[in-house]
């Protein structure tokens, strides 16, 4: 796999290894203990909510995908700390934009998460690290699209657990060539602009 992109910095190097924590997109902290049993069904709980975005996602249930987010629910990402991608607010509009994807898609996408950890708790939020890696099948082979992470903000509404904010980090595009040459109609669905003051 091999993808291309533009760089906000062109005489910098991209900051690697450690991309996010250069750009301040995460910091880890020290592993903390639950300090109820019903502060550890909660991690749990928030956990099954974002694999539940992933399910809902590649099984392609835009109701499902949309009542993962509280209403007012932010999705945003980033390139390697250099191209944004979003933000888009609202359940309605990330529901709108994530499943603006499908029909161009014409693979089975899978979204795995991996080495998830709880960063922060109250009772009303959690915030979570994952490891991603996106996968497609054509029906003939499976190929990594891209990797990254989720930082995910988790509200406590009512007696559920919804996304409040997801920040998505990519180590490559999730798009094929570069944004420079992509159309208006490409930058717009990834949710990329070559305007650096309005991404």
Request: overall charge neutral.
């Amino acid at each position: 796999m091999s993808h291309e992109t533009k760089i906000d910095r062109p005489n910098a190097p991209v900051p690697l290894p450690a991309w996010a924590h250069a750009c301040g997109m995460l910091e880890l902290r020290e592993s903390r203990r639950p300090i109820n049993s019903d502060a550890l069904a909660d991690r749990l709980l928030c956990m099954e909510r974002i694999a539940r975005y992933c399910w809902a996602y590649d099984e392609r249930r835009l109701d499902q995908l949309a009542a993962c987010f509280t209403d007012d629910g932010i999705w945003e990402g980033n390139v390697l700390g250099c191209v944004p991608v979003g933000p888009f607010t609202g359940r309605a509009r990330i529901g709108e934009w994530l499943s603006g994807f499908w029909p161009h898609q014409k693979d089975q996408r899978r979204h795995m998460l991996l080495n998830t950890i709880v960063e922060e708790q109250t009772n009303d939020s959690v915030l979570t690290l994952s490891y991603l890696q996106l996968l497609s099948s054509d029906s003939k082979r499976v190929q990594l699209e891209t990797t990254g992470f989720y930082r995910v903000t988790y509200a406590r509404v009512e007696d559920q657990w919804r996304i409040a904010r997801l920040t998505a980090g990519f180590d490559a595009p999730f798009w094929p060539g570069n944004i420079e040459t992509m159309s208006a109609s490409g930058r717009a669905r990834h949710g990329v602009s070559l305007d650096k003051s309005k991404p």
